[in-house]
């Protein structure tokens, strides 16, 4: 299965991509864990997307395409993926298009505005990728990750001034891709829970029904 996940930042999408991984056993590609992995190791692609993820703003098309590009091109990717962060504007999706890349499905996750700002504000994420909050979806030990032992931190662009950018520049250039993907009929959405198994439930029967 060829899965597209959308959803407002902090809407789930991290925390249902790696549910569905690991129940479809198919890889999930995150821009954003690629990105602030690249910033970490200091890398001219680090360097040149930094200010952007701070400002809570769009790192350039062609760069997160490239990256994209690099990963489809992979056999771990040749059973299936899931996109998690990606596209995030009409040209990402139309590169895409232009990349050949056959899409089984698209699904939304839908997240109002003033619940996502309650989410980000508690949320902590783990260098290995996990992500919690410190009220919905606590770790067993307090700040520390379940999965590896690693001590949580708060990520950079969770600031309250950046989480509203991201939440604009979200609807700005993001939310179009649902009706982008709504009239190829790929389009499904799922109305974000309380609590994360509630999510994953209505995800995982979404996604049973698709043909892929
Ligand atoms: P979230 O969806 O919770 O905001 P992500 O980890 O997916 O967080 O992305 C963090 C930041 O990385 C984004 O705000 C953006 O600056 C950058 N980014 C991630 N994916 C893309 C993309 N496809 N195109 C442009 N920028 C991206
Ligand atoms: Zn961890």
């Known amino acids: 299965m060829n899965l597209i996940l959308m959803g407002a930042p902090g809407a789930g999408k991290g925390t249902q991509s790696a549910k569905i991984s690991e129940k479809y056993k ?4 995150a821009t954003g864990d690629i990105l602030r992995g690249a910033i970490k190791a200091g890398t001219e692609l680090g360097k040149s997307a930094k200010s952007y993820i701070d400002a809570g703003k769009l790192v350039p098309d062609d760069v997160v395409i490239g990256i994209i590009k690099e990963y489809l091109s992979t056999d771990a990717c040749k059973n299936g993926f899931i ?14 298009d232009n990349l050949g890349v056959k899409i089984d499905v698209v699904l939304s996750i839908e997240v109002p505005d003033d619940k996502i700002i309650e989410r980000m504000s508690g949320r902590r994420v783990c260098s290995c990728g996990a992500s919690y909050h410190v009220e919905y979806n606590p770790p067993k030990t307090e700040n520390i990750c379940d999965k590896c032992g690693n001590e949580l931190y708060i990520r950079d662009d969770d600031s309250r001034e950046t989480v509203a950018n ?16 709504e009239a190829k009929g790929l389009l ?16 995982f029967k979404a996604l049973d029904g698709i043909k892929a």
């Open 26 to 29: 198919i890889p999930a590609i």
């Open 83 to 96: 996109l998690d962060g990606f596209p995030r504007s009409i040209p990402q999706a139309q590169a895409l």
């Open 166 to 181: 991201r939440l604009k520049t979200y609807h700005e250039q993001t939310e179009p891709l649902k009706e982008f993907y």
């Open 188 to 203: 499904v959405t799922v109305i974000g829970q309380e609590k994360v198994e509630d999510t994953t439930a209505l995800v």
